[in-house]
């Protein structure tokens, strides 16, 4: 209610009781068509529709996490891309981490939505790219509530495993790493590095210049580091499609503690030569530095081809790693 009106009702010079009432009555229409208005904001052009949330639960549950399941193991892990066991080991811990994946009761003491039916919904959209509101049939949750649900999985994930998985690897994964290459055959490989693009395809006009490259529309790259466990240890997101990888790896935090002289402890010997400095796999468009092999573009010695094939196979698992993950989550596969 406006000040104007609070004043008028409030003083006290105005004795006639029928003269407040007029006021009142028109200080209250002064507000409802104030109140009115249009958009997003216009509660009166919104529509609610009763979805029978507890329904769409009770059908989740005895399709998928039930005893005796209508779906098994395996079309379990095909649909959702990951295993049932993970799928509740991840959902008690963002109902511990937050309480948006917990079911409650509203002010209206309805049933909400429960955490296995948005956890589904986020896993959908990451799985298969689909639009927000294509499991409100299944699942009787909205488009606005999908949305949120793939906000909050996504923030919730990266907080609780960010720290664990997200991260460089410490002593043990770097012995575990020059293990295995020395079994490969390149003493101290940490990984293989590539860059891989995203095409955006709601980038705005303006930018199109900017983040259009060889791929020929707006792309953002991805650099990432994968060990041959498909474990992508390192990555750089956000660079214009217009850079090549060279730029982007200029621009990324990669070497950052080898160049403060804390990087990595590693030892081996080639020939005869003591090294003690890991380096990665890549193509030829990257820098000739001591941390970076590249391959033998054209080998004219059977040691030379050897080292070759052996390099462009072992280089595959960053490519690998992008190929998986486009599978397995096609929001990745597909334009942004």
């Not at 993970?86 to 981490?97: A, D, E, G, V, Y």
Request: proline content about 4%; some cysteine; hydrophobic content about 35%.
């Amino acid at each position: 209610m406006s000040n104007f009106f609070k004043r008028l009702l409030n003083d006290s010079s105005s004795s006639d009781e029928e003269e407040r009432n007029t006021w009142f009555a028109a200080a209250i229409e002064f507000e409802r068509q104030n109140s009115q208005g249009t958009g997003s904001g216009d509660k009166s052009s919104r529509q609610y529709r009763y979805r029978d949330r507890v329904s769409g639960h009770s059908r989740l549950l005895n399709d998928y996490f039930v005893e005796n399941p209508v779906y098994d193991e395996t079309l379990f892990r095909r649909r959702f891309r990951l295993s049932r066991p993970l799928f509740l080991r991840i959902l008690h811990t963002l109902q511990q981490h937050n309480d948006y994946f917990v079911q409650r009761r509203n002010a209206a003491n309805t049933v909400g939505l429960s955490g296995e039916q948005k956890m589904t919904a986020a896993l959908h959209m990451l799985a298969y790219g689909m639009s927000a509101d294509s499991l409100d049939e299944y699942v009787r949750i909205g488009e606005t509530t999908t949305i949120e649900c793939v906000k909050r999985f996504c923030q919730g994930v990266v907080e609780i495993f960010g720290p664990e998985y997200l991260r460089s690897p410490n002593a043990a994964d770097i012995s575990k790493l020059l293990w295995k290459a020395n079994q490969r055959g390149f003493p101290g490989m940490l990984g293989s590095l590539d860059c891989m693009h995203w095409a955006w395809k709601n980038c705005p006009a303006a930018y199109h210049g900017m983040y259009t490259g060889h791929v020929h529309r707006p792309t953002i790259v991805l650099e990432a580091v994968a060990s041959y466990d498909l474990w992508i240890w390192h990555a750089f997101f956000g660079m214009p499609g217009s850079n090549n990888d060279i730029n982007v790896l200029d621009a990324s935090n990669l070497f950052a503690n080898l160049q403060e002289g804390c990087g990595p402890s590693v030892n081996y010997t080639i020939m005869g030569n003591h090294y003690n400095m890991g380096y990665y796999l890549a193509n030829g468009i990257y820098p000739k530095w001591a941390t970076i092999v590249q391959s033998i573009s054209h080998p004219q010695e059977l040691a030379h081809e050897f080292f070759a094939k052996k390099h462009e196979s072992y280089r595959k698992d960053v490519e690998r790693a992008f190929g998986v993950l486009q599978a397995r989550f096609a929001i990745v596969r597909g334009p942004a």
